[in-house]
T-cell receptor, first 112, second 111 residues
């Protein structure tokens, strides 16, 4: 069974601070996706990383895929209250059904 | 806005009852995947439908079943509901093998 472990589970910071959340696995994934989910809503895709060592930037968010394609990180610079939400990583290991394996998520609260 | 819709938004059932949840996929997509998200957990894959056929299933019992229609919309049926079935049920629409776009989910409470 492939597992994705996310850390930390909870994170509460002040507006303007920087933060990093992590997504780790003992398994190799063909690609890894990061989603953000707000209460009562479905996950919204932020980014997909495919190549080992890949770094993608989305405004103040920086995503990195580990060289061995087993881990990933999300760094947020100068967090804003609108960044509050549940951040989920999900891995795709290949195969025809494109099943996503999700981590439990990191619940981020950015305080004003 | 992903264009993926789900109904109903909320539902309350009692143990032993049956429930049907519905998902309309995004235009141009032929694949629907269903996930269960318990409180405080990440989504867990239930199954996927591609062109009206089941195309992969997660570790869920047979009382979880589904359908996909010619217009690629889909239903999730759960029989003999148990308390642990209380969760947010998400459907995701995609072309096969491509990025999945999630709907807002149906919140099911089993009493």
């Amino acid at each position: 069974t492939q597992l994705l472990e996310q850390s930390p589970q909870f994170l509460s910071i002040q507006e303007g601070e920087n933060l990093t959340v992590y997504c780790n696995s003992s398994s190799v994934f063909s690609s890894l996706q990061w989603y953000r989910q707000e209460p009562g809503e479905g996950p919204v895709l932020l980014v997909t990383v495919v190549t080992g060592g890949e770094v993608k930037k989305l405004k103040r968010l920086t995503f990195q895929f580990g060289d061995a394609r087993k881990d990933s990180s999300l760094h947020i610079t100068a967090a804003q209250t609108g960044d509050t939400g549940l951040y989920l990583c999900a891995g795709y290991s290949g195969g025809s059904n494109y099943k996503l394996t999700f981590g439990k998520g990191t619940l981020l609260t950015v305080n004003p | 806005e992903t264009g993926v819709t789900q109904s109903p938004t909320h539902l309350i059932k009692t143990r032993g009852q049956q429930v049907t949840l519905r998902c309309s996929s995004q235009s141009g997509h032929n694949t629907v995947s269903w996930y269960q998200q318990a409180l405080g957990q990440g989504p867990q894959f239930i199954f996927q439908y591609y062109r009206e056929e089941e195309n992969g299933r997660g570790n869920f019992p047979p009382r979880f079943s589904g359908l996909q229609f010619p217009n690629y919309s889909s239903e999730l049926n759960v029989n003999a509901l148990e308390l642990d079935d209380s969760a947010l049920y998400l459907c995701a629409s995609s072309s096969l093998g491509e990025t999945q776009y999630f709907g807002p989910g149906t919140r099911l409470l089993v009493l």
